[in-house]
């Protein structure tokens, strides 16, 4: 077994309890004491995750805007300095290289965080779509620690800690300060459909920021959250994860993600003429998101059902709602089947599919 | 730490058996394998009356992580079955030993509960 790779909070997450597992090749806390309770602990008051393994990349130089454009389907031009982009980074044949969030610092000077699974492939594929662009790319994943602040309480918890103004940064805009002494890119977004912050920092400052942050939450119920809990928030909130929404082989159209596909940017995009193609031709198959009613969990890989038994799909991510109190999910289907009935077989029970729109639950994100 | 209390009897298979004086014994899961499991979210019970033979699966514990076969350690017959954990699996990762518990079995062989481990072999297996 080659080495796990560890992030600087590495220590600190044993100290406090955390059961550590081998993510994507890092060595990272999935649970403290429950996934289920930490789950809950974001959605009633606040969590504090470490997502220092995410990958982070500076694109500069005056050709950062046409570069970038290029090579995600959302659309770049929309940025302005202090603004996020979320985005899939597609293949020529539609498919999904990653999904990143794209920050525009200023004019020429771009930052991505991509995922932690896809730094190797996703580095080694912007530089070789950099090509014949006035750019620079820089991995800086080493450099930097990520911590994620998610939940009701997380602006309170986040704003005790810094004078910056965080009711001015709108949900997806950014700014740069100091949180307990260190420097920050303080970025309102997260994956858990909560209100929150994520914060770039030096990876040496790691442990010194998530120690302040614990100490400043005890008094706003935060606690530290797994890796656990953040999948089921993200599942809950109807976002999809690389791997499992989203793949090689499932484009954003068919995994809903229409909204981040900008056919219509003058100087298009890769990807741009088979996605074209399949939303003119119709996808073959659909992303479809589902609750049961009941509490088995409806594993990845389950086979679905359609009306006559015959199998039309898969299941691509599933978990138990902690707030609903039963199994949801997500499947591929073929698109003709995707309106339902949808079935799956847990041993021996047949298992109705009940389709739903996400989010799951009531989200409390701020307005952008 | 995992707590393996002395006066059960255990399978490798991480299942406690407490037998009592008039042939029959309770089955769980124990602490280890909760703690090992994590959240549980859902418990498979057999249904009163079944026969199981020794080391037969008779229901599935299903965590966040997973969903594992339950193997009755020694054989015999389905007497009672913890309902309460339909509505509250979890009490299984509270309660491991106490309300927790999954079956009462009637054993088809009192003596067969001499075959599983002691409290201290277990503790070995689990090192």
């Not at chain 1, 289920?36 to 005056?62: I, N, Q, W, Y």
């Not at chain 1, 995600?72 to 999904?99: E, H, I, Q, W």
């Not at chain 1, 679905?304 to 499947?331: F, H, Q, R, W, Y």
Request: hydrophobic content about 45%; proline content about 5%; charged content about 20%.
């Amino acid at each position: 077994m080659s080495e796990l790779k560890r992030t600087p909070l590495r220590d600190f997450h044993a100290a406090h309890g955390a059961r550590l597992v081998d993510f994507a090749g890092w060595e990272m806390p999935v649970q403290y004491r429950s996934i289920l309770e930490e789950h809950k602990a974001v959605r009633r008051t606040a969590g504090l995750f470490d997502v220092s393994h995410m990958g982070e990349v500076d694109v500069k130089g005056p050709e950062a805007l046409r570069f970038l454009n290029n090579l995600v389907t959302n659309d770049v031009a929309k940025l302005f300095p202090g603004r996020v982009l979320y985005s899939p980074m597609c293949y020529p044949n539609g498919g999904v290289v990653d999904d990143l969030l794209v920050y525009m610092r200023a004019p020429e000077d771009y930052f991505l965080c991509i995922n932690a699974g896809n730094i190797d492939k996703d580095i080694a594929w912007i530089l070789e779509q950099a090509k014949g662009f006035d750019v620079q790319i820089t991995d800086r994943s080493d450099d930097y620690a990520l911590l994620a602040v998610q939940g009701p309480t997380a602006v309170a918890i986040v704003q005790s800690l810094t004078g910056a103004k965080l009711d001015r940064i709108g949900y997806y805009h950014f700014a740069e300060g100091t949180v307990a002494g260190i420097q920050c890119l303080i970025s309102r977004t997260g994956y858990t459909g909560e209100d929150g912050f994520e914060l770039y920092h030096p990876a040496g400052d790691a442990v010194s920021l998530a120690e302040a942050i614990v100490k400043a939450g005890a008094a706003h119920g935060l606690e530290l959250t797994g890796l656990g809990a953040r999948d089921s928030l993200r599942l809950e909130a109807g976002y999809p994860l690389y791997g499992h929404e989203i793949t090689a082989d499932i484009s954003p159209l068919t995994a809903g993600l229409g909204w981040t596909v900008k056919l219509a940017k003058e100087a298009g995009f890769i990807g741009r003429d088979a996605l074209l193609a399949e939303k003119t031709n119709g996808a073959a198959n659909k992303v479809v998101f589902f609750k049961t009613g009941d509490r088995r969990i409806v594993r990845a890989d389950t086979p679905v059902l359609g009306v006559d038994g015959m199998v039309v799909g898969k299941v691509l991510s599933g978990t138990l709602s902690p707030v609903l109190n039963e199994a949801i999910g997500s499947a591929l289907v073929t698109t003709a089947a995707s309106a339902g009935p949808l079935s799956v077989d847990i041993r021996g029970t047949l298992i109705n599919l009940q389709l739903v729109k996400p989010p799951f639950v009531e989200l409390k994100k701020p307005s952008s | 730490m995992s707590n393996v209390p002395a006066d059960l009897r255990y399978a490798k298979s991480h299942e406690w058996l407490k037998p009592a004086s008039d042939g029959t014994a309770t089955v769980g899961i124990t602490d280890y394998a909760q703690n090992s499991l994590g959240d549980i979210t859902y418990v498979q019970l057999p249904k009163v009356g079944t026969v199981f033979a020794a080391g037969q699966v008779f229901g599935v514990v299903e965590s966040v992580k997973a969903a594992s076969d339950l193997y009755l350690p020694v054989a015999g017959e389905v007497i009672e079955v913890n309902t309460a954990l339909d509505s509250a699996p979890e009490t299984v990762n509270q309660d491991a030993y106490g309300a927790g518990w999954i079956l009462k079995l009637k054993l088809t062989a009192p003596d067969s509960v001499n075959g599983l481990l002691d409290a201290a072999a277990y503790e070995k297996a689990i090192a």
